[in-house]
């Protein structure tokens, strides 16, 4: 993903970026300030992006990191070219962010703090950290089963019911309640006998046929949720009565690394024209037309 953007930003004329990097990893192509063993790595960061005239954070929701690297960058008075501080707070929180959804009409999966869950109702269950970051420390449970998790797991943690479907997700961009949409992916998760789910990748556009339904529900998150700006990736489950929500990512995500494929066009690009030459032009964001090839992203590959 890091790597991705980073070839997607130099290949535009008049940019040149600065990425930090773990020493203990090999350099990424564009890449100039490596972390060593010792650093303050957030002195480090606010010393770059000082140097710097906009900046992409890409980091976890977990632990309020996105959050914090987030409000470093705009006391810094820095074009901040992902979501906005408010945007990232919401969507940090799945319980927060389901009740705005709900509040607005969105359809969503119900979302509970995991000790007020009525598991009487419901066969399965999922739970996961409320701050949680892909398919980190998510779970599939019986309901026996999260009786007895209950015992050994305190506060922070939601519980959602278990929807049989399609795993998918959807990438857009958003700013001030408008949203474009850039692919419809199917993601490849998989639960293993523990009930762990596992992520493989994504097939980007690989519900396509999806397109019009995205779209709607697209618009509708970003109204619900104007703090939303930039690159924002939604997750949600296709199942026999519709599409409802997960969860939103306001930050990259692994689906990115195919998008320019999928697209046809530079993404970064269309980034750099929404959050950044509209801040400083007349000119309103034009979504051009975009491809919806079908592009695999493995993870594993």
């Known amino acids: ?97 389901y009740s705005v959804l709900q509040s607005a009409g969105v359809d969503a999966v119900s979302t509970y703090e995991s000790p007020n869950f009525p598991a009487h109702q419901f066969e399965r269950c999922v739970v996961k950290p409320d701050d949680g970051a892909g398919c980190s420390d998510a779970q599939v449970l019986s309901r026996d089963e999260f009786n007895e998790w209950c015992i050994n797991h305190k506060a922070g943690y939601v519980a959602q019911p278990y929807l049989e479907g399609v795993p998918a997700s959807f990438s857009m961009l958003c700013n001030q309640g408008q949203a474009w949409l850039l692919s419809c992916n199917r993601q490849k998760v998989t639960v293993v006998s523990s009930g762990a789910f596992v992520y493989q990748g994504s097939v980007l556009n690989g519900v396509g046929e999806y397109w019009h339904e995205f779209t709607q529900l697209a618009k509708a998150v970003a109204q619900a949720i104007p703090s939303l700006t930039g690159y924002i ?20 995500t692994t689906s990115y690394v195919g998008l320019h494929k999928a697209m046809g066009c530079n993404p970064a690009e269309l ?25 695999d992203v493995s993870l594993d590959a």
């Open 1 to 97: 993903m890091r790597d991705a953007v980073l070839q997607d930003l130099n290949q535009l004329l008049g940019i040149s970026t600065l990425c930090t990097y773990d020493s203990r990893l090999p350099k990424p192509p564009h890449a100039h300030q490596a972390v060593m063993a010792g650093h303050d790595v957030w002195a480090l960061w606010k010393q770059c992006v000082a140097e710097a005239d906009a900046v992409l954070p890409i980091a976890p929701e977990t632990g309020n990191v996105l959050l914090a690297l987030t409000d470093a960058i705009q006391a810094c008075d820095k074009t901040l070219i992902g979501c906005s501080a408010e945007g990232v707070a919401l969507a940090s929180s799945k319980l927060a962010t």
């Open 233 to 252: 990736g939604v997750d949600v489950i296709i199942h026999k009565n519709g599409i409802s929500v997960l969860e939103i990512n306001p930050r990259l």
């Open 271 to 295: 980034l750099l024209d929404l959050l950044y030459n509209s801040r400083f032009s007349s000119q309103a964001f034009h979504m051009p037309a975009i491809q919806r090839n079908i592009v």
